[in-house]
């Protein structure tokens, strides 16, 4: 795999500690390239990776070198056997996803109402999974499945997991992913005015989400 993109993984999950998004040893990245997997390493922090800190595996998950891989490493593959024009995959427990996520009254239809554009742009439609432990087997196979018509999903009482054609759409889905969530809950006690039908119509007319 070239060195670039193994760089490129190692710099998004510092910037992803450096701003909060992540803590202490959650979170986890992985990048696909041909039939290998790159995925950032188990019980250490996204700070201070290096590439040759980071698990190799083929996409059957069998290992390419002694680094041992993210607990999460079965709904990453599950992802990558999906959707074949996935190229990476972000998972994070950043503070507002996990609020979202939490909520007794979330609608799982519609976990996050249509705001700003760049929300439907990046993000929507936004899946929702069930509450099943970290690492389960369980939690790959409902990820997998989900995966098929997400590009970005959230974990109850979890976090959030984004995938893209590439390293930077996965993390732009993250990013944008947050500060929905964000501006959700801080105008969850004002009138907000939605976009209307008309406005999403346009949106999907001239913008695609691969």
Do not use: W
């Not at 993984?9 to 992985?30: D, I, K, P």
């Not at 109850?156 to 993250?174: K, P, Q, V």
């Not at 939605?194 to 999403?200: A, F, G, H, S, V």
């Amino acid at each position: 795999m070239r060195e670039q993109l193994l760089e490129q993984l190692c710099e998004a999950a510092a910037s992803f500690y450096e701003r909060g998004y992540a803590f202490g040893a959650t979170g986890n990245v992985s990048i696909r390239e041909g039939d290998e997997i790159r995925i950032t390493p188990t019980g250490k922090s996204l700070k201070g990776l290096s590439p040759a800190l980071l698990a190799r595996l083929d996409l059957a998950g069998n290992a390419r070198n002694e680094n041992r891989p993210s607990k999460e490493l079965p709904f990453h593959l599950a992802i990558y056997r999906e959707r074949a024009e996935a190229g990476a995959i972000v998972h994070l427990h950043s503070t507002y996803s996990v609020a979202l996520s939490c909520l007794d009254d979330l609608d799982e239809t519609e976990p996050l109402p249509p705001i700003t554009p760049y929300y439907l742009m990046r993000v929507a439609p936004l899946g929702v999974i069930p509450y099943f432990r970290p690492g389960s087997p369980l939690l790959g196979e409902a990820v997998g499945e989900a995966a098929k018509n997400h590009n970005c999903l959230l974990l109850r009482h979890h976090g959030m997991i984004t995938c893209g054609r590439d390293l930077n759409e996965a993390i732009d889905r993250a990013e944008e992913l947050e500060e929905t969530a964000k501006l959700f809950l801080l105008l969850r006690d004002q009138p907000v005015r939605r976009l209307t039908p008309e406005q999403i119509g346009e949106l999907n007319q001239h913008f695609s989400k691969g």
